[in-house]
């Protein structure tokens, strides 16, 4: 039997333990942790409030708080004045609170939102993009810069309409398991190959997720000093390559899983539940508050 | 084993990936209610093999027969599917619906069962298996040892006659993998065949019939029963199954093999 043969250097002690600088993450690690926890964050629907004990708003089918939240969807995008977004929006803050599903976790994911269309529309409120009535001028470096009451007006409004459709997303999402929602849209029609698709999409976004903080993690542990910025994205690029080869790997296996257990194209599902008394509820509410906003409500 | 119905039978069997030679002319039979152990090295090809044996991928040269008709050609995929279970490696793979319910649902709505009788097989599978309590829970929020118990229930609903278990120990705490034992051993009493890819020798000579040893030139090095295989430390160590490790007790140098199934047998 071949004796393993140990090298000199493996035989030597470490550097004894010393006090040194305190450990800082490079730019892309930070990023990447970032990106990481947002997704997780918004593409998790984990919550107590998601149970089926949670309140009021899970009472009613998964089915028809799709349908019901996708009529009001639409709905929002046609009030056109912002008393009717006040109570669209003050009705779902009512429901999140009925349902226990809380008014922080609600702000957590709206706001966002907000402030993504603050940043992207925020032109709207000056004279250069919108004229009208000026009521605060500014000068900056000799040019005069005022905020205009007509692109007030419409930039407010755009923003109440983002608020109005973010916070019924985020209600649905805060009050129904991942599971709930994917047998929703099946049970209202939506192909169940299509459904399947995007969960399978979203499941995986997750295995990968873990892969991107693993490997990160896996770096780190033999690094001393955060990445300069040139390797770093030299690393993120190779990193990127072996997270497709990933992604291709579980394709084809996921798909030779689902054969194996005898799908052939055409993904097989339970028969949907019938509506219930709370469920003609929620869609009868959904569908009047819908035909009020067409109405000029 | 005479007069047992034969479930399969490979016939010069040679599989590539491109170039690379994944298995080279196999010739193998397997026996209803017969359990059998694939013991091979790394990449020797024991996955192809039984991604081979369900009919996922198809044999470059040679032909899968199984119940006496060729896969691929003959036999009805329905048929198929309903009578063979494969359990993957990765359980990741494996487990794609939104809960452990519709996990083990998949399999029995696929083949065209009815509602009310998928409902009664996913409830008895994942009681039989201690599974219930994470019945609404998403696959991808549970532990290894738990995936690995999803895939196995997800496969088991299917009610299969033959079970392709790929690595089924890997990953598994210790007590997990008693578990499955136990669980592997009930299927064997109850007549369901058995053919497991592992490199864990522990697992191959509690539960089977037969060991097949692929090696790394990826033919067949050897079939036969289980103590007749496993107690052959030459054999073993030619398909790096076993590590013989040596020591010095005094004046004494004692020579076995190592890991998990170790052979004592040598002292100079």
Same mark, same amino acid.
């Given at each position: 039997m071949e004796t393993l043969k140990i090298p000199e250097w493996l035989k030597q002690g470490g550097q004894p333990v010393c006090a040194g600088a305190v450990i800082r993450e490079g730019f892309i690690e930070k990023n990447l942790k970032a990106v990481s926890s947002f997704l997780k964050e918004m593409l998790s629907v984990r919550n107590?409030?998601?149970?089926?004990?949670?309140g009021l708003f899970q009472g009613v089918s998964a089915r028809a708080r799709i349908g019901g939240v996708f009529v009001l969807l639409v709905g929002a995008v046609f009030m056109d004045n912002a008393i009717s977004l006040f109570f669209l929006i003050s009705t779902v803050i009512f429901i999140a609170c009925l349902s226990h599903a809380g008014l922080f976790p609600l702000l957590k994911r709206v706001v966002p939102a907000v402030i993504f269309s603050l940043v992207v529309i925020w032109?709207?409120?000056?004279n250069f993009f919108t004229a009208g009535r000026e009521f605060l001028v500014f000068d900056i470096f000799g040019s005069r810069v005022a905020l205009t009451e007509e692109g007030l007006f419409q930039g407010g409004f755009f923003i109440l309409r983002v608020t109005a459709t973010a916070s019924l997303v985020s209600l649905l999402f805060l009050t129904a398991k991942e599971a709930d929602i994917f047998g929703g849209l099946k049970g209202l029609g939506v192909p169940a190959f299509f459904v399947t698709a995007i969960f399978m999409t979203f499941r995986y976004v997750f295995i990968l997720l873990k892969i991107v903080e693993d490997t990160s993690l896996a770096r780190k542990s033999r690094t001393i000093n955060p990445a300069v910025m040139r390797d770093g994205k030299r690393w993120f690029s190779s990193r990127a390559g072996f997270l497709l080869q990933r992604a291709l790997y579980f394709s084809e296996e996921v798909t030779l899983s689902m054969a194996a257990r005898g799908f052939t194209g055409r993904i097989k599902v339970f028969a949907s539940v019938p509506l219930r008394g709370k469920d003609y509820l929620w869609l009868g509410f959904a569908f009047f508050v819908f035909f009020m906003s067409i109405g000029r409500f | 084993m005479q007069g047992m119905e034969e479930v399969y039978r490979l016939e010069r069997v040679s599989c590539f990936y491109g170039e690379v030679a994944?298995?080279?002319?196999i010739d193998l039979n397997v026996l209803r209610g017969e359990s059998i152990s694939v013991l091979g090295a790394n990449g020797a090809g024991k996955s192809t093999l039984l991604k081979l044996l369900d009919g996922l991928i198809f044999p470059s040269s040679g032909r899968v027969m199984f119940f006496g008709m060729s896969l691929g050609d003959a036999v009805n995929l329905k048929a198929l599917r309903e009578r063979v279970g494969f359990v993957f490696s990765e359980p990741d793979v494996q487990l794609f619906s939104p809960t452990v319910f519709d996990e083990v649902a998949f399999g029995p709505l696929q083949i065209g069962l009815s509602g009310k009788e998928v409902v009664k097989r996913v409830e008895d599978t994942l009681t039989f298996l201690g599974l219930s309590h994470l019945k609404?829970?998403? &696959?991808? =929020?549970?532990?290894t040892g738990e995936k690995k118990k999803v895939a196995i229930g997800s496969v088991l609903s299917i009610n299969p006659e033959v079970l392709l278990l790929d690595? &089924?120990? =890997?990953?598994?705490d210790p007590k997990t993998q008693v578990w499955l034992i136990e669980v592997l051993a009930e299927l064997k009493k109850i007549g369901k065949t058995c053919i497991i890819a592992t490199h864990d020798l522990s697992l191959a000579a509690d539960l089977s019939d037969r060991v097949v040893i692929l090696g790394e030139s990826h033919t067949i090095a050897s079939v036969g029963s289980a103590e007749h295989i496993l107690g052959n430390k030459e054999l073993l160590l030619g398909a790096n199954l076993i590590h013989e490790h040596a020591h010095r007790h005094g004046e004494i140098i004692h020579r076995h093999s190592h890991g998990p199934f170790s052979i004592h047998d040598e002292h100079e």
């Open positions: 107590p409030a998601s149970g089926p004990a949670g032109p709207v409120f000056f | 994944a298995l080279k002319d609404e829970r998403p &696959p991808y =929020t549970l532990s690595e &089924p120990t =890997t990953g598994l």
